[in-house]
């Protein structure tokens, strides 16, 4: 995974390309109307029901426009909040509140949908030792908020990206000639570049997940499209030579059953690629 020094500066960058996408050469609509001096106060008004998510990126998008700008945060990330609720008050030059709204909005609107969700598949595994896992199917540009937000939900990212986790997929293998093939290529590889990075390889049914553990140093293995018998022989098979995880069809009817399985993940690009923005509003006081 890729550190939390690194998470940062992704942070970063999407607020400085966030503001140079919406600002430009200036927001014209606020410096022809509003007195450069002029101070102003507003509310994060909460309109839907929903896992609290964005807050922490609100104030750093806040301060990267002007350091002079308060927040009073009233409800913290991973709070569930519902119609009415005051997330916070963010006080400071008008201009400066107002050249960040929609950044904040826009971010804490899906933040708030992926952390709602992921909280809810957590809820439908409780009593199992399953965790969920997030995917790389996120909006392009964005990942390092939607990852954040799976976090705040109480899920845990997978991968960030292809460079900081070896998985070795259907394609992978299939273009490497086989399972044996591609983990072989795979580890000679990292040991002559001398990186120490974790291998995932995908299975698609149970004579391959037995050719995979023919091989030591796996991380995980992917059970992708397993039935749940098949997901049970082999978490049975695999024991304790590696971690599981199933992938592939999961849905909020299904999850349950495949943690049940006895698999340690359950992955699902459903927490990044299938939400509905929750309802927030920044209104001035």
């Known amino acids: 995974m890729i550190s939390k020094a690194q998470f940062q500066r992704e942070i970063e960058l999407i607020i400085k390309n966030s503001i140079r996408e919406d600002v430009g050469d200036g927001d014209h609509s606020s410096l022809a109307c509003i007195p450069p001096d002029a101070m102003g106060k507003a509310k994060l008004l909460v309109k839907d029901s929903a896992v609290l998510a964005g807050v922490d990126f609100a104030q750093r998008v806040f301060q990267y426009l002007d350091n002079d700008i308060k927040l009073d945060i009233l409800i913290n990330d991973g709070e569930s ?51 969920v896992l997030d995917t790389r199917k996120t909006t392009p540009g964005i990942r390092a908020l939607e990852k954040w937000a799976v976090t705040i939900g109480g899920g845990e990212n997978h991968r960030f990206a292809l460079y900081d986790m070896i998985m070795l997929k259907d394609n992978h293998i299939d273009f490497a000639g086989g399972i044996s093939k591609a983990i072989e290529k795979t580890q000679t590889y990292l040991d002559r570049l001398g990186k120490d990075l974790h291998i995932i390889v995908e299975a698609r049914n149970l004579e391959e997940v037995a050719e995979i553990l023919e091989h030591k140093g796996i991380y995980r293995i992917l059970l992708d499209n397993f039935s749940f018998e098949d997901t049970r022989k082999a978490v049975k098979i695999i024991g304790k030579q590696c971690l599981t995880e199933s992938s592939g069809g999961i849905t909020e009817e299904n999850i349950r059953q495949y943690a049940e399985c006895g698999v340690d993940y359950i992955s699902t690009g459903a927490l990044t690629h299938s939400v509905f923005n929750k309802d927030l509003s920044l209104k001035a006081v």
């Open 81 to 131: 909040v519902s119609y009415g609720d005051v997330a916070f008050y963010v006080e400071g030059n008008t201009q400066s509140i107002l050249k960040g709204e929609r950044l904040v909005l826009n971010a804490m609107q899906r933040m708030s949908a992926i952390a709602t969700k992921t909280a809810y598949y957590m809820q439908l595994l409780e009593g199992t030792h399953t965790r």
